[in-house]
């Protein structure tokens, strides 16, 4: 890399079987594992304000449960601070979601726009959110949704379908079923 002031410079990284373990990114609600790939190509001058970041992340997964493998493209301008994004996350073959849209502003106040798109995407990863008051949540979620806004307080719409959906509450001894295609709208 190199760097001569906030409008020159220039950085270039590539990681190749970096595990994230390696990489700390955990915590107590989100075990994450896998084996990442990226490419980093950065520069900022008067006539090049250009950012590739792409990769990979494959045998993925969240909270002990496999989600695939998921790859990653964004490119976009660093003067005016507007990035494209693009993901695909597939398992065993089928794409479970995929997202493409825009990041403005990233380095002030960033801005989003994606819009997600998902088939039989598996929920259960999301069980220790409910730190030990709901547990056991289940189901597989098929629609779009749009997320946008700022980043630290999105705004999202669309409609889910819920399948195989379900939960558990511990302190009342109770597991609930959800209909299978069950509509959920944000």
Do not use: C
Request: hydrophobic content about 35%; glycine content about 10%.
């Amino acid at each position: 890399g190199n760097y001569l002031s906030s409008e020159n410079f220039g950085l270039s990284l590539k990681m190749d079987k970096v595990s994230l373990q390696n990489l700390n990114l955990s915590n107590e609600r989100f075990n994450l594992k896998g084996v990442l790939d990226l490419n980093l190509d950065m520069k900022r001058s008067y006539s090049n304000n250009s950012l590739k970041f792409n990769g990979s992340l494959d045998d993925f997964e969240m909270n002990h449960m496999k989600m695939g493998s998921l790859l990653f493209f964004t490119s976009g301008n660093t003067k005016l601070n507007s990035y494209e994004v693009n993901m695909l996350l597939s398992h065993q073959g089928n794409t479970t979601m995929s997202a493409k849209g825009n990041i403005l502003s990233f380095d002030q106040s960033p801005r989003l726009d994606l819009d997600f798109s998902f088939d039989d995407f598996d929920l259960s990863f999301l069980t220790p959110i409910g730190a030990g008051d709901i547990d056991e949540i289940r189901g597989k979620v098929s629609g779009d949704i749009n997320l946008w806004g700022p980043l630290y307080s999105p705004k999202h719409n669309g409609e889910l379908i819920l399948n195989e959906g379900g939960l558990r509450v511990p302190d009342i001894n109770t597991n609930y079923k959800i209909s299978n295609g069950t509509r959920v709208s944000l």
